[in-house]
Nanobody, 124 residues
C-alpha cells in the first residue's frame, strides 16, 4: 500500500527550528515530485515547497524563501523540510504529498498521494 508518513512536528519558539520528515512507505521516490503543504485554521491550504527527484529542482513559496529548505534522501525514501527562523504565522498542520512523473518542481503539480499531516506550533 502506497503511503506517506510525516513526522517531526512540535512546539517551538519564534526564531527556532524544526525538521519535518516525509517517509514514503510502499514505493520509492525515484522520479517523483514531493511537496510540502500547510493549512492553518480558517485558511486555505498553501504549498510551501517541493522537490523533483527527476532533476533535483526545487520550488519555494515566497512566504518561506530563505527560511525553509527541502531536501531528499532517496536511500531512505524520505524528503525533509528544514524550517529555520520560524514565525508565529508558520503555525499550521503540515502535509506532504507526492506524484510520479518526470517533471520539475513547481506550484501547479497535481499530487496523487497525501500524508496525514503533522502539527507545527510556533508559540512563545
Amino acid at each position: 500500500q502506497v503511503q506517506l508518513v510525516e513526522s517531526g512536528g512540535g512546539v517551538v519558539q519564534p526564531g527556532g527550528s524544526l525538521r519535518l520528515s516525509c517517509h514514503a512507505a510502499g514505493f520509492t521516490i525515484d522520479y517523483y515530485v514531493v511537496g510540502w503543504f500547510r493549512q492553518a485554521p480558517g485558511k486555505e491550504r498553501e504549498e510551501v515547497a517541493s522537490i523533483s527527484t527527476f532533476d533535483d529542482s526545487t520550488y519555494y513559496a515566497d512566504s518561506v524563501k530563505g527560511r525553509f529548505t527541502i531536501s531528499r534522501h532517496n536511500k531512505y525514501y524520505t524528503v525533509y523540510l528544514q524550517m529555520d527562523n520560524l514565525k508565529f504565522e508558520d503555525t499550521a498542520v503540515y502535509y506532504c504529498a507526492a506524484v510520479e512523473g518526470l517533471v520539475p518542481a513547481g506550484p501547479d503539480v497535481d499530487y496523487s498521494v497525501w500524508g496525514q499531516g503533522t502539527q507545527v506550533t510556533v508559540s512563545s
